[in-house]
């Protein structure tokens, strides 16, 4: 053992450190709570053609929320603990690569901005195209290709298969 090692063993951790977990009983409970004031909110006057109404499944949902966050917190409180990705070889103290995260963060923020105006399948693949290359590709013809199909396999299913309308753009009438 390091002498580093020996230090960070041996230093105490503070309480919220050691109850991390609780963050995500936290946020569950809240996405739980948001949920069934949502549910609950539904009018049922003209949706209500059967025993099961539109309410049913949003509060299914958000009591099931509610109970895995109560279940959690208290298997965090009597000393449970996550355990630790076995498969995962991540370096926790290496620093975050934040050009990544820019990157990443404009690719999707040019898709929000460019879906009106190019339509669904250019912006998407502007969007695709984009992650590829913050994380790391940097082939100049393949990849354009791959976000061209992906995005227009995706408009497809939903657009045509499943009917729900996604904005075409300029491609709309070849498409």
């Given amino acids: 053992m390091s002498v580093i090692e020996k230090e960070t063993a041996s230093a105490p951790k503070s309480w919220w450190r050691t109850h991390s977990e609780l963050g ?42 509610l109970l895995v966050s109560l279940l959690l917190a208290r298997d965090v409180l009597r000393g449970g603990r996550g355990e630790a990705e076995a498969g995962e070889d991540v370096d926790l103290d290496a620093p975050a690569d934040w050009r990544t995260v820019l990157l990443l963060s404009g690719a999707f923020l040019a898709n929000a901005a460019l879906i009106d105006t190019l339509g669904f399948p250019l912006s998407s693949a502007i969007m695709f195209w984009g992650a590829a290359y913050a994380l790391g590709s ?13 995005s227009l396999v995706t408009w497809f299913v939903f657009t045509v298969l499943l009917g729900v309308p996604l904005p075409g753009g300029p491609l709309m009438g070849v498409l």
């Fill in 24 to 65: 995500v009983c936290v946020f569950l409970f809240a996405v739980g709570v948001l949920v069934l004031v949502d549910a609950l909110s539904i009018p049922t006057d003209f949706t209500q053609r059967g025993p099961v109404g539109p309410k049913a499944v949003p509060i299914l949902v958000g009591s099931l929320l």
């Fill in 138 to 150: 940097r082939h100049l013809v393949r990849d354009p290709l791959i976000a061209a199909g992906v």
